[in-house]
């Protein structure tokens, strides 16, 4: 009897971690407000492999023409691993190159969009590393546009900078789109491709949205992936994983069950109690859902600040709508101001009133 007590003490004074994951490093993100669900040693830099083309396809996206056609140079002869197999002298949209780049990972695709977008790889690489600062990735420094490495020197990030990234490329549709694929087919002037992704998390996982894949031996397996499901939205990255795709289907299963998605602002039956101004309709252009478990449902709150001006117009922005956790801000969503025309009631003439209009139109 003694021994059965002190073995079940010891299992509290030391319990064990029943949920585990293979990756050195990981995060789960709610793409909607950008709070850590989860998260194992998420500001620790390591190498990240081809998850960096995420940076690549979004600044691709933001800084260049996608209809553009690429001419192919001998720069992409420096590439080597995971290609899409261009060859020199090759013409090809640059938008395809971007499904090549995502869906094979192709390095020679890498090379041939940064060339194109900036003149040459270095000041491509400059505006990867520019948008990674102005996005907040603290930890995060980009030597080149695909990923390899070479000697322990490449590109560098955390799991929580690989998932703001993410956050802020799927507000983008064009990256949505790409993202989301598994299948794609282009034409260049030299031949047809017809590629598939590397991404097994959508046969394994139907919530899934998109993903990226990385491998080098100095980095080992890192993977970036998307899912939804009734309303909640998130992101995993995990890097040094190497049971990545099983620990990815985990995650969301564990977090998708975990939280409650609550809409926090409905566009449709948005009202705001105010006094200051007359003859205003307020209004919101999104729905916002909040994730929260039951115990935070009671501490989720909305605070409205309007702002007072003398003249106003149709469209105006004129206050925020701010979803509160506690004391955290998890969204905040623009207020706008449409004005209400109030027809004016016609005063009704009385009887004496028409005697004297008509004795004086005599």
Known sequence: MKKLVVLFLLFFVFPVNIFAI????????????????????????????????????????????????V????????????????????????????????????????????????GSVDAFVYLMNEYAATIGMKNTHFVNPHGLDSNGVGNTSTAYDMALLTKVAMQNETFRTIFKTQEYSAKSNLKTYHWEGKNKLF??????????????????????????????????????????????????????????????IDKNNFQVNDSYYQDVEFYVKKDYYALVTDEEKKDLKLNITLYQYDDIY????????KVMLGDTVLHIESIYAKKIEVKKEEKKEGFFSKILRWFSSW
């Open 203 to 264: 046969s394994m996982y139907p919530y899934t949205t998109g993903g990226k894949t990385g491998y080098t031996d100095a980095a080992r397996r890192t993977l970036v992936t998307t899912a939804s499901k009734d309303n909640k939205n998130l992101v995993v990255v995990t890097l040094n994983d190497g049971n990545d795709f099983n620990d990815h289907k985990s995650l969301y299963e564990t977090y998708f069950s975990k939280y409650d998605s609550v809409l926090a």
């Open 22 to 69: 293979s990756a050195d490093k990981a995060v789960v993100m709610d793409l909607n407000s950008g709070r850590v669900l989860y998260d194992l040693n998420k500001d620790e830099p390591q190498l990240i492999a081809s998850i960096t083309k995420i940076m690549t396809c979004l600044v691709t996206i933001m800084y260049s023409d996608l209809d553009k056609i």
């Open 314 to 321: 149709d469209g105006i922005k004129i206050g925020e709508a």
């Open 71 to 118: 001419v192919v140079d001998e720069d992409i002869l420096q590439a080597y691993g995971s290609s899409v197999y261009l060859e020199v002298g090759e013409e090809i949209k640059l938008i395809d190159l971007l499904y090549g780049l995502m869906l094979r990972s192709g390095n020679d695709a890498a090379i041939a969009v940064a060339k194109t977008v900036a």
